[in-house]
């Protein structure tokens, strides 16, 4: 029976599809390094998606907004979005149609779309979810270490360590299988809740660190300065193998322990702590998660923890490291192959003219042909309808009128687009507002790559028969970009031949696929990149050097920038984001499984029972939620394990349940991540939900 990897989260379990007793087919799991043989609820109940009622199986079109989507043939679809593009671009020029793509996406999709974009349509105007993402991490990373993958090491490792701080993660809830890494070192938790993973810290001997929301960096600098005084930086390293220490160190020394605790709410003596078991530990890892990357200040904030590594001298050294545990099932690969705004293929910038010739001799055009780099993903939605927007949208393997924030104006502008085509296998939030929509297959009926939390290259197999109707992305794309005047043989809808192109297009890029076959895949070799010939895959990265030319990491040096909003007396509490176990991102396919919807119906708030008895309220109850930019219901769950002056939102729900309907689209000045992660808000009472 053939492997095959869980649709969901950048863990890629590996499980096993078999027919089931009552039809259909059951998921069975399978012992793979990352996975071990678990698997989570989402992933247990992962083939259901397959068989969804919901499932859309013939394209939708609406002949005008106020018209209902009606069923049409997949002619008729495909010849209307690509005549409307066509007219989109011939009165306003290739900028006239964006699109948004997503990190679920396979590689070869992604890469695709990425084509499709600037060739197909000569748009500069493509990002992705991503963006909301891994996109701080990424930045950060790159700018330390020349290069951002994940994690640059193999998950096993981190059992062999003796330490391990996860500033900002909670795999105890969102990659369960995970845990079982975590098993033998102790844990130092960073979450201003007692998250599943933060409880696991405690009971096995660790930390829990409850910062204030939005001081994260701060605290990072505060455990920075404890090591320096308690003698455990790793002299030797700093002068070997890193630059600009003096200058981190200058800033990082404004922050002893009680100052620290006076920000943070952290205590001193917890700071000291971790400092210590840190500093002192036989093996030990730094993990940073969307916690702390999810700020309008992500990039700097990541930095600040990566200062921490390389000030304990654990990057690029086996048995320690740093690392950033990547989210959605393909954020690793769906970041590498071009459908970020700022890059080509293979994790190259879109700026660099070396990458350019590359590129476009592989796909057999002139440099020049190639758009520059465009708007991100907030401020491509946010244009949308503008004078100075893209008057079309292609969205392809994502739902920003959920995910993305402030989300009743992203919906507003969703709906203000003149033509709106999204591909998606359910009517997500963001199919209903548009006018034409693509059934597209799902992950165990096509053929595909992924690319691991790890930059490890997977395979999903096509192990399930697809309903009549749905196509594969690859194919819209290619039959799009065909009567849009490409030819076939530019945009084949193989996944082999894409994947054979992408393979060439990457080729000595930092992300170098050049070495992938499918022979390589088929054998099940691990194959981590950059694997630039065949015989070649890369595990563990930085062991000789980082990815700077001079071969020396960087520490991240600049001062501290507050927090977009602050909390007043009209909004005193900050509201936080995150995920749940049973549910995964927008929610648009496990709100759609049965099993998990029941288990989590509804959009929760979490209130420590102090605050809750403050307001004069108490456990579930149904509350609005309310800031400076929306109001969302959510029914109340009292937390002892939470900051008194936060709540904890997850951002799975819809409708009036959504928590992007208050959350904040200021961006970080490098990455463009918005503020996901802190939003300055109030309780209210309310009837009913
Ligand atoms: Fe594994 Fe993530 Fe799928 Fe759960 S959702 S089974 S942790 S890949």
Redesign the pocket.
Known sequence: MTVT??P??A???AMRLTPAPQGGLSVRPVDFPT?RGG??R??WT?AELLRSPERLTRPLLRIRRSAPLREVDWETALDHVAARLGELRTESGSDAVGVFGGGGLTNEKAYLLGKFARLALGTSRIDYNGRFCMSSAAAAGTRAFGVDRGLPFPLPDLAGAEVVLLAGANPAAT????MGHLASPRLIVADPRRSETAARAEEGGGLHLAPRPGTDAALAMGLLHSARKQGLLDEAYIAERTTGFTAALRQAAAWWPERTEHVTGVAAADIRTAADMLGTACGAYVLTGRGVEQHSTGTATAGWWINLALGLGLPGRRGSGYGTITGQGNGQGGREHGQKADQLPGYRSIGDPRAREHVAKVWGVEPDELPGPGPSAQELLESLGRPEGPRGLVVMGSNPAVSAPDSDRVRERLGATEFLVVSDFVLSETAALADVVLPSLQWAEEEGTLTSLEGRILCRRAVAEPPEGPRSDLRILSELARRLGQSAARFPAEPEAVLSELAAASAGGPADYAGLSPDRLAGGEALYWPLPDSASSTPRLFLDGFHHPDGRARFHSGGLSAPDEAPDAEFPLLATTGRLLNH?QSGAQTRRVPELAEAAPEAEVQVHPDSAHHYGMSEGEWVRVVSRRGRMLARLRLNGGIRRDTVFLPFHYSGEQAANKITNPALDPVSRMPEFKLSAVRLETCASG
Do not use: D, R, T, V
């Open positions: 990897h869980c969901y989260c863990l890629q379990c996975n698997l989570c989402k992933g992962a990659m369960p299988p995970m995964y």
